[in-house]
């Protein structure tokens, strides 16, 4: 037996290699008699699909023809029946109306004739109409079945046509494909061989080669063991680096977001609190408040039950939370409990100085407190619960509007840390004493913040704004239309009263006018009041027209001064324009006001009793703001010209309703125009503008008639209005001026004389010898 041969790895891959190459070439031999043959019968079912196209194409075509040529046909034929038909129509209607008109006596006879011959004629037409109908309908239909036949004819032989083709096709394909096949079978048979042979050296070559892998391989896995041991070594020295390293990473990763995390709080809260900072007003509406909202009963100790809103931020003020106390009756009586059964309260922060207006439905009341964080602060009680529910959908609206926020935050400042020693290697030596300086000088402390925020800057500028201007004023006038209707519609003792103004400084001041005088005046006279508040005094003049009337008065209290017979109407009245012009024209005015003194903040040691904390003075600090108006001086031509003079008109409207009457609804204005509907009812009425029923009359009490007249006891408290609807802070409360003079009256009483004293040269008190009456008309509920 022969030593075996071992081939070679390079043998082997170069057997495989020949191989690989002649397989490639058999394709290649194969490769386009497979992709001829395949075109050609591609190209031969091609022509025959185009053909059986084609020949389906032309018999749909010819069937088309066929119906439109029939169609045609018969549409030809009808219209010729229709136009024979309508051509003997007028004839046989000409003969018609011929024998009518010639043998009227015979027409009976005559129109059987004409309608049996028309029926026989028109019987005759619809016969031979049929007929040709159904010449027409066979002449189609024998057409249209040897139409049919030869199409028919048509498809069978090109259908025998193109299964002789396909046939013809498929033996062409299966004996290109048995040759083929063949020619693949001899070249296979000649590489197997050859395969063969080079399989037995390749074997001869890789018994060899074999041996000597064996004898490597050994060699591999004693130098694998080797490095095995010094990779695993390595391994675990990185390992242990690695895990030092990342937990460094990680400690320092960790520190970084709890600094991350810190900052972002800080940067929410800020952001809330900027977001919050321009809310005014904050409103907690309570559902079912009728059910809801009862108080306690008889049994338990505590008069109040308390509700409590859920927390908010507003205006820079946090953990802000509103309180409603709802109050039951007490058996023995208390303070303030006919003012109502409702309190509010506002918890705030420690620190927080509010200024604030708490509303509960429509009554509102303003508060300012320093808050401890311990106790609320809110209003006494001052409302009905039921009458401020909303009676429409049973809901309650609590609510708060910040006008001044103060708030201090103390900000703690953290010391610098000083640069270690690790961090000074390398630095210089003046470096180092300056580090050394810095960490000396640094001091522990914190910084205070005050955050201000005022949301009632602009009604306090409007207020002080519209307080300048009406200083300014020196003349006011108020224009009454349609004057020949006033007396008619006005009888005696009923006025009309102009709106409120300010002029010179004072407040609340309004004209009262009588068309028919006030509590006997003379018969074709008019009165004309001037209302003023309490702790006013005037030295100014009345007009009526050109009709002039000085008016000096100081008010005690809140009430109206004039001229019961101030001048006759018609002396008043413009004639051209039918108008009254009544004007106020003030030379000076003085008020005295009251204020409660600023005190400090709450210190330990203070020494102040609780009635000084609370600012709640036994007696009100008086004080006097004298305005002065220069009364003109005398120009060229004789005219006045006034430095600082302004005049304000009066809106042409009138109220039945004066500024004494504080009782009721709001005062309602009427134009002059309404004047014009008036009617007679057992006197002189006005009718209304909304009224109800049939429109019927109303005559509106005047302040005299209404109320009882005389000077009051009480002194009235005023309010501002801004432009938001809200309430701003009330202004000082008014006191009495010493009594004096003969204008000291009772409270109930009518004062009438001939003579008034009011202010004259040096404060000396003049006589009016043409003042008829002075009435200082008020109301005691003022």
């Known amino acids: 037996m022969p030593k075996p041969v071992y081939a070679t790895a390079q043998e082997l891959e170069d057997a495989v290699k020949k191989l690989e190459g002649q ?12 992709k001829g043959s395949e075109t050609t019968l591609k190209a031969e079912i091609t022509k025959v699909a185009d053909n059986v196209t084609a020949n389906a194409k032309t018999t749909q075509e010819a069937v088309e023809r066929c119906g439109k040529d029939s169609k045609a046909f018969t549409d030809q034929k009808v219209g010729g029946l229709r136009d024979e038909i309508m051509g003997l129509l007028p004839t046989l209607e000409s003969k018609i109306n011929t024998v009518d008109s010639s043998l009227t006596t015979k027409i009976d006879g005559v129109n059987r004739d004409v309608r049996q011959a028309l029926a026989d004629e028109l019987k005759a037409l619809c016969d031979r109409i049929d007929k040709e109908f159904e010449k027409c309908r066979a002449d189609f239909q024998s057409a249209d079945q040897a139409e049919a036949k030869v199409t028919a004819a048509n498809l069978t032989e090109q259908r025998a046509q193109l299964d002789a083709s396909i046939s013809n096709t498929a033996q062409e394909a299966d004996r290109l494909l048995g040759e083929s096949r063949k020619a693949l079978e001899k070249a296979l048979q000649k590489a197997v061989d050859t395969q063969s042979k080079s399989d037995a050296a390749r074997d001869e070559k890789s018994t060899r080669s074999e041996s000597e892998i064996w004898l490597k391989l050994d060699r591999l896995d004693e130098l694998l063991k080797e490095l095995d041991e010094k990779s695993a070594e390595a391994t675990e020295n990185l390992r242990q680096e690695a895990h030092g390293t990342i937990k460094e990473l990680k400690d320092h990763a960790v520190g970084r977001l709890d600094g991350h995390d810190e900052e972002g709080l800080k940067i929410r809260t800020a952001m809330l609190e900027v977001e919050n900072l321009a809310t005014r007003r904050v409103d907690w509406i309570i559902k079912d408040a009728s059910k809801r909202l009862r108080p306690n009963s008889a049994s338990k100790a505590s008069l109040h039950t308390s509700w409590f809103s859920p927390k908010f931020d507003m205006a820079g003020a946090h953990g802000l939370q509103l309180e409603l106390q709802l109050f039951r009756q007490s058996d023995i009586g208390v303070e303030g409990e006919s003012s109502g059964d409702v309190a509010i309260f506002l918890w705030a922060c420690k620190g927080m100085n509010l200024v604030y207006k708490l509303f509960c439905g429509g009554k509102s009341q303003t508060c300012e407190k320093v808050f401890n964080g311990r106790v609320p602060y ?13 009676k429409e959908d049973d809901t309650l609206k609590i609510g708060v509007e910040i006008l001044e926020a103060v708030r201090e935050l103390e900000h703690v400042l953290k010391p610098i840390p000083p640069p270690t020693a690790e961090e000074l290697v390398g630095a210089s030596q003046v470096e180092k004493e300056l580090a050394e300086k810095m960490a000396l000088k640094q001091v522990p402390g914190s910084l205070m913040f005050r955050r201000h925020v005022n949301n009632r800057i602009l009604d306090q500028v409007k207020s002080q704004v519209d307080a300048m201007r009406s200083r300014m004023v020196r003349r006011v006038e108020w224009r ?4 020949g209707k006033l007396r008619k519609c006005f009888p005696a003792n009923e006025s009309m009263c102009s709106a409120s103004f300010n002029a010179a400084g004072v407040e609340g001041l309004q004209l009262i006018f009588y068309p028919n005088g006030y509590n006997g005046a003379t018969d074709g006279f008019c009165s004309l009041y001037l209302y003023g508040p309490a702790g006013a005094t005037l030295k100014c003049n009345l007009y009526v027209g050109d009709q002039k009337r000085d008016a000096n008065h100081t008010y005690d209290v809140a009430g109206a001064f004039g001229r019961t017979n101030f001048c006759r109407f018609d002396a008043g009245v413009e004639q051209v324009t039918d108008t009254i012009t009544l004007a106020l024209e003030i030379d000076e005015a003085h008020q005295d006001m009251a204020a409660t003194v600023a005190h400090p903040k709450v210190a330990p040691g203070d020494a102040r009793n609780m009635a000084q904390i609370e600012g709640s003075a036994s007696a009100p600090i008086e004080s006097t703001v004298k305005l002065s108006h220069a009364s003109g001086q005398v120009g060229s031509g004789g005219k006045s010209k006034a430095a600082f003079e302004e005049r304000r008109v009066l809106p042409s409207l009138w109220t039945a309703k004066s500024l004494a009457d504080k009782a009721g609804k709001n005062a309602e204005f009427h134009s002059f125009d309404e004047l014009g509907q008036t009617t007679s009812k057992g006197g002189f009425g006005r ?18 008639t209404s109320l009882q007249l005389g000077a009051s006891q009480s002194l009235p408290g005023f309010k501002d209005s801004d432009a938001g609807g809200y309430e701003s802070t009330p202004l000082p409360k008014l006191t009495k001026s010493p009594p004096g003079g003969e204008f000291a009256r009772t409270s109930s009483e009518w004062s009438v004389g001939t003579r008034s004293r009011g202010l004259g040269r040096g404060g000396k008190g003049v006589r009016s010898r043409s003042m008829a009456a002075t009435s200082p008309m008020t109301s005691p509920d003022v």
């Open 687 to 704: 009718r209304t503008r909304g009224g109800g029923g049939d429109g019927g009359d109303f005559s509106p009490s005047s302040p005299t």
């Open 480 to 483: 009454l239309e349609n004057a």
């Open 23 to 34: 397989i490639t070439a058999c394709q290649n031999k194969i490769g386009p008699a497979v």
């Open 378 to 390: 809110g209003t006494s009680r001052y409302c009905w619960l039921k009458e401020q529910i909303n």
